[in-house]
């Protein structure tokens, strides 16, 4: 299910049409900021995403690649003159900035897509909108590992696992996934940050990677034979032919939920709702299944059988990708980062 821009236009006019759109309407006088990440993201963003938009919608954009990092830094940075009008962040991170008061809701009016969307993706007040799931699991080398893992558990259980483990730094949002899993894996909450500390300091000798691409790396390379990854770094390798595989942890698994956020003081806050509901698409959906291996958020996106044998979390089972209480977490951010910093050594 590979798509061309030719193909990724179709699919544009359909989401134009749900919007009472007219094909290549007059150019708007700016140009909608579109941030996105690099790799395959960036590719598809800057090959088939953003071209068909402007095709169909006559909304010029202009691309800014980096990282979550980076474009909170030029948020903040940017004070009353925001270089966005939406944002594309982890959760746990849009919700730092909305309590910074950096974002205010959506009109669903502007939305229809929206009633497509689960329910669980969709934040209260209509403030944020996750349309990007990249589901995490534990990846493995199938060459160098006897007893495949089941359970997130099985990090600690398996000695064959001893030392061969990666996990990522504390800056990236898996880490905190993971050390919050730990804690309600362990301690029945995801409150017990300390016995989590503790759990995750038995796995110690365990190799730090700063991203996911990192991670695939370590796999690839026999310097680690396990870890936590998203489903799109694994799939990825195996059509490359890597000896890899990926499972479904019995416990569940946690995501990498790209949040997106209407900016308050944003220049192009129309054109910013028109670009979420074409991304809410239940075709555009598929497209960036089939690109980066993402989850799709839209009830109604069908996949090919190829898609869902390397995209196993979908469906219903959207419902039941393991979440945690941001805003309670957010106080303390600093704290467990720097506590991180000093005891995973």
């Known amino acids: 299910m590979n798509f061309d821009r030719r193909a990724f236009t179709q699919i544009a006019i359909g989401s134009a049409a749900a919007l009472g759109l007219g094909v290549a309407p007059a150019r708007a006088a700016g140009s909608l900021v579109v941030p996105s990440y690099g790799g395959r993201w960036e590719r598809f963003w800057a090959e088939q995403l953003l071209p068909a938009f402007t095709d169909v919608t006559g909304i010029e954009t202009r691309h800014d690649v980096g990282s979550g990092a980076n474009f909170v830094a030029n948020l903040r940075a940017a004070g009353n003159n925001p270089p966005y009008s939406i944002f594309m962040g982890n959760e746990n991170i849009t919700t730092m900035l909305r309590g910074e008061g950096f974002f205010e809701p959506f009109d669903a009016s502007k939305l229809p897509n929206l009633s497509n969307v689960y329910d669980n993706l969709i934040n209260p007040g209509l403030n944020g909108v996750r349309g990007l799931i990249s589901p995490i699991g534990l990846g493995y080398r199938t060459d160098l590992v006897e007893t495949p893992p089941k359970r997130w558990t099985d990090l600690w259980d398996n000695p064959e696992f001893r030392g061969k483990i990666a996990l990522y730094q504390i800056g990236n949002t898996a880490a905190v996934l993971f050390l919050l899993l730990t804690a309600r894996i362990y301690g029945g909450s995801e409150d017990q940050i300390d016995l989590a500390f503790e759990k995750v300091e038995e796995l110690l000798p365990f190799q730090q990677v700063s991203w996911s691409g990192a991670a695939a790396a370590a796999l690839v390379r026999g310097d680690a034979i396990v870890a936590p990854v998203d489903w799109g770094e694994v799939v990825a390798l195996k059509r490359d032919g890597a000896p890899v595989d990926m499972v479904t942890p019995i416990e569940g698994v946690v995501a990498f939920e790209q949040s ?36 799709p958020s839209n009830k109604q996106t069908i996949l090919s059988e190829e898609l869902m044998s390397e995209i196993p979390i979908r469906g219903e089972d959207m419902r039941d990708i393991i979440s945690f209480d941001w805003e309670a977490y957010t106080p303390r951010i600093a704290e467990v980062a720097d506590r991180w910093n000093r005891e995973m050594v």
Request: glycine residues 2%.
């Open 260 to 295: 997106f956020n209407l900016i308050a003081n944003g220049p192009d806050k129309d054109e910013a709702q028109v670009y979420l509901n074409y991304v809410l698409d239940a075709q555009t959906q598929a497209a960036f299944s089939s690109a980066i291996w993402t989850s």
